[in-house]
């Protein structure tokens, strides 16, 4: 029981690449979350999916994509990466919200420079 | 978005000290998360909130869920050198399905 995995744990991109960044849930949970992390900024979140076949806006989602492929897996895309977009990104999955949890449980990062 | 405010931002205190934080907003919330980061890692989960008045323990680390729902507390008794890292307080607004994060306590424990 690995919990999230994220894939890269690294990642340099050039100002305009694109690149997708991957995530996966073995905890049978319905709702998965990406989020970004920078100084002082605690974790804001990009772009939520809160069972299968439906996504959602975060606080911060300009500048990024998100499909959830199935139950497990929950990628971000970044169609045209900008030096605003380096950060640590992380994923997380929850039970449905509304059925007895709002506990999240976090993957290990993505730390990503965009130069 | 809804904002939490978390203090102190950082803290650095001797091994065996008791330590403690807290987060308020303006804002009522139905849940309370704690979660700490070590360096390089995603935050763990440490203790959750969901009744008013709660005061819930995880070994040396007791949380309460502030009686108003405004509020949250985390206190670590006799800190240990692992116990540095960086605390989330993470909050659920009524109404809401996703978690507003504080913007972390930063806490350093000299041996």
């Known amino acids: 029981n690995a919990g999230v995995t994220q894939t890269p744990k690294f990642q340099v991109l050039k100002t305009g690449q694109s690149m997708t960044l991957q995530c996966a849930q073995d905890m049978n949970h319905n709702s998965m979350y990406w989020y970004r992390q920078d100084p002082g900024m605690g974790l804001r979140l990009i772009y939520y999916s809160a069972s299968e076949g439906t996504t959602d806006k975060g606080e911060v989602p300009n500048g990024y994509n998100v499909s959830r492929l199935n139950k497990r897996e929950f990628s971000l895309r970044l169609e045209s990466a900008a030096p605003s977009q380096t950060s640590v990104y992380f994923c997380?999955?929850?039970?449905?919200?509304?059925?007895?949890?709002?506990?999240?449980?976090f993957g290990p990062g993505t730390r990503l420079t965009v130069t | 978005g809804q904002q939490l405010n978390q203090s102190p931002q950082s803290m650095f205190i001797q091994e065996g000290e008791d330590v403690s934080m807290n987060c308020t907003s303006s804002?009522?919330?139905?849940?309370w998360l704690w979660y700490k980061q070590d360096p390089g890692e995603g935050p763990v989960l440490l203790i959750a909130?969901?009744?008013?008045?709660e005061l819930t323990s995880n070994g040396r680390l007791t949380a309460q869920f502030g009686i108003t729902r405004k509020d949250s507390f985390l206190n670590i008794s006799a800190s240990i050198p692992s116990d540095v890292g960086i605390y989330f307080c993470?909050?659920?607004?009524?109404?809401?399905?996703?978690?507003?994060f504080g913007k972390g306590t930063m806490l350093l424990v000299s041996p």
């Open positions: 909130l969901y009744k008013a008045g």
């Open positions: 804002s009522i919330f139905n849940t």
């Open positions: 997380a999955s929850s039970n449905l919200p509304g059925q007895g949890s709002y506990e999240q449980y």
């Open positions: 993470a909050g659920q607004l009524a109404g809401y399905s996703t978690l507003t």
